[in-house]
């Protein structure tokens, strides 16, 4: 069903389906957490039905997708799921301790870096991601699994794998009392440093930002090389996995490492796998200037 929306009218039509579809995860939470005996006594039920309201959420809004032929529907799913997931998590567990009001800030100050851009940018339901459109040209027959597994449903894995550190602050917090006594100043320091990482890492993305657009308006077509883009090809994906190294470094001071790393780790390799060469290629297509700029330019760092 392809209809023409102004962008605010595109937005408030996306936000009116981001609402619906937070309101049918809350009641998967809901259900699950009172109506699944399976899952008394376990450790990880309510996580577990975290994760099963995020899956149908990504659901409904896999739907809405389909009913407007874009995928781009999903696209603000990344940065809106996230912090409010952390919030009434809070809310949920009823822990409001130092390390649980430090993410929240760390992670609100990044979703709405986040979600910001994607409004700037955005230019209403008619349109769809460049990505988007180039699966549905060159794989037809495939493209409604490309579109549930691989641009929905994964994304949304991988994002609620890196938020579990996040989401494990408020067990392991709930007693928490800073000290500088003997050497619980180290897990402190530890603890601000990874704050001090997650606000760097969305800073750093809403500086590329700017730079971008503002070069992009002034030359168009050309090869952004000023700034933090004369430094690395792809500052904003360096921000957005230094963020969820950021989230991780918070939970390790409190617990150490342990399998919760894997959470970053799939991040990275998200964007070392496939965000960034769908980048690089298209940029190799599109602009002949690009191979000598990366030629000289490194790739994230």
Avoid at 182 to 198: E, H, K, S
Wanted: with cysteine; proline share 5%; aromatic share 18%.
């Amino acid at each position: 069903m392809k209809r023409s929306y102004s962008k605010w009218g595109s937005i408030a039509l996306i936000a009116a389906i981001y609402v619906l579809a937070g309101i049918i995860g809350w009641l998967v939470f809901h259900y699950v957490m009172h109506h699944s005996p399976f899952l008394e006594g376990k450790e990880w039920a309510e996580l577990f039905a975290l994760f099963l309201a995020d899956v149908v959420a990504t659901v409904v809004v896999w739907a809405f997708g389909l009913l407007y032929e874009n995928v781009s529907v999903y696209d603000p799913y990344w940065s809106v799921f996230p912090p409010v997931a952390f919030l009434l998590w809070a809310f949920y567990t009823g822990v409001w301790s130092l390390p649980v009001i430090l993410l929240l800030v760390a992670s609100w100050y990044w979703g709405w870096r986040l979600t910001r851009n994607w409004a700037i940018t955005f230019k209403g339901i008619a349109h769809e991601d460049w990505r988007y459109t180039k699966y549905r040209s060159l794989h037809p027959a495939l493209f409604h699994l490309i579109n549930f597994f691989g641009l929905n449903m994964v994304p949304t894995l991988v994002v609620f794998a890196a938020m579990l550190p996040g989401l494990k602050l408020c067990d392991i917090s709930a007693n928490y009392t800073p000290s500088l006594e003997g050497r619980a100043w180290v897990g402190l320091a530890l603890l601000f440093f990874g704050f001090i990482v997650c606000l760097s890492s969305a800073t750093i993305q809403l500086i590329a930002d700017k730079q971008s657009h503002d070069f992009r308006a002034a030359h168009p077509g050309k090869v952004c090389n000023v700034g933090l883009w004369k430094h690395g090809r792809h500052p904003n994906y360096f921000g957005e996995i230094q963020f969820w190294w950021g989230i991780w470094i918070m939970y390790a001071a409190l617990n150490g490492i342990d399998w919760y790393i894997l959470g970053p780790i799939a991040m990275t390799a998200l964007f070392l796998g496939i965000s960034i060469p769908l980048m690089e290629h298209r940029q190799l297509a599109n602009k002949p200037d690009y191979a000598e700029y990366r030629k000289n330019t490194r790739l994230l760092i």
